[in-house]
């Protein structure tokens, strides 16, 4: 599903309209586990860049039924659940109870060995997927990301069999089929090794194919493609942005990386570990005691200004504390002269518009720079009070 930003008119809803038109794609999270930390942060980085790069450019937001829900990693598990719980309601479990089923469904499959299962497209969503992205649908209103349509299904813009005609036609594909064989993407004229984007039975094609099949029919609708991702995923996305320009695409890689919740490297929430360190746990400990708009901006100063983009931090509760007094202050601060409460409702937006301060922190990018951006509004002197206040409202919270 691809959200606009722009109003009525074909206009940005405030900020500077460039003329230039950007797509955004941050890689979606499968519906089958809590929201943990790692989530939380990549959620929140692409929030801020799109809501930002949104009062540059006319950006438009693309979530991916296709990579999100109807790939083999989820199909997988909900055919397993039929099989080993079949009839089971998952009505009444949370997040952490379904996402507790998915770690045992993955140590069963790496016990078996080999390559996960060639699982096609269920009718309908499963029961404990619509759990899920019911809970989800709270989570993102928590942390006040726009819901970009979690839960309404939209078919792919490409057939995998479109897609692979596309591909051979650049040389980029090696289509196997007709020997009973799988397709690879072929990028090894120029370095790349071979990716393979569906198994010996066909199908629809995994999370890569999925990806392409949403991207290869916008790219030249736009002037720019900004992919954001999971950093351990960086190999297969530096092969799309290849793909992608010999289309004749523009295309900016923003990798994010996961969240440290222990001494040890950061791992897959396939293999559990996160119980405690869920967006649902956060919300449980903050959202009540310091209200919405102090949280959802707390969150955004810690995910993005103390953890950055990278790894090596580790999560620290305490910085959690000190980032919701902060944003506290910050929101007080703006709200000062108004008469309004920062734990209230939201005040109408002010009228000195933040675009202006977003250039230097978008070169020489097309998206402006999450980390870039939070870290100036933190900065004494770096960001002007009035258009704190307006910057505050239109991207942070």
Not at 123 to 147: F, M, S, T, Y
Not at 359 to 375: E, F, I, K, N, Q
């Amino acid at each position: 599903m691809v959200d606009s930003m722009m109003d009525g008119d074909g206009g940005l809803s405030g900020g500077v309209d460039s003329g230039r038109r950007v797509l955004f794609a941050p890689v979606p999270v499968s519906p089958t586990k809590p929201l943990t930390f790692s989530h939380v942060k990549g959620l929140l980085w692409s929030d801020v860049l799109f809501r930002a790069t949104a009062l540059l450019h006319k950006t438009d937001f693309l979530w991916s039924w296709t990579v999100g829900v109807a790939n083999a990693q989820t199909h997988g598990f909900w055919a397993h659940l039929d099989a080993t719980r079949p009839g089971m309601d998952f009505s009444g479990l949370d997040e952490e109870d379904i996402g507790l089923l998915y770690v045992d469904y993955q140590r069963q499959r790496r016990e078996r060995g080999g390559p996960p299962p060639e699982v096609g497209a269920p009718g309908a969503l499963h029961p404990a997927g619509a759990r899920v992205l019911e809970l989800w649908a709270e989570r993102w209103g928590e942390l006040g990301i726009p819901d970009p349509g979690l839960r309404v299904r939209t078919p792919p813009p490409m057939s995998f069999d479109a897609l692979v005609e596309v591909l051979s036609g650049y040389g980029l594909c090696l289509d196997h089929r007709p020997f009973d064989g799988p397709v690879y993407l072929d990028g090894t004229a120029h370095g790349f090794p071979l990716r393979r984007l569906a198994g010996a039975g066909g199908g629809s094609g995994n999370y890569l194919a999925g990806l392409l099949r949403e991207l290869v029919p916008l790219v030249d609708a736009y002037d720019d493609v900004v992919l954001a991702f999971d950093r351990e995923s960086l190999p297969d996305y530096v092969l799309v942005r290849h793909v992608l320009a010999r289309l004749g695409a523009r295309v900016s890689l923003v990798g994010v990386g996961r969240v440290r919740t222990g001494g040890g490297r950061p791992v897959s929430s396939r293999y559990g570990g996160w119980r405690g360190h869920t967006a649902a746990a956060l919300a449980g400990r903050y959202l009540d005691v310091v209200g919405p708009r102090v949280y959802r901006l707390g969150v955004r100063l810690y995910f993005i200004a103390v953890l950055g983009q990278g790894d090596r931090e580790v999560f620290r509760e305490e910085l959690v504390g000190r980032c919701m007094a902060r944003a506290a202050r910050l929101l007080a601060a703006a709200d000062a002269g108004a008469g309004l409460d920062p734990g209230g409702p939201a005040p109408p937006p002010p009228a000195d518009d933040p675009a202006p301060l977003l250039p230097r922190h978008a070169r020489p990018h097309p998206h402006v720079d999450p980390y870039r951006l939070t870290t100036a509004l933190l900065s004494r002197n770096r960001v002007p009070a009035s258009r704190a206040a307006a910057l505050l409202e239109e991207v942070y919270v």
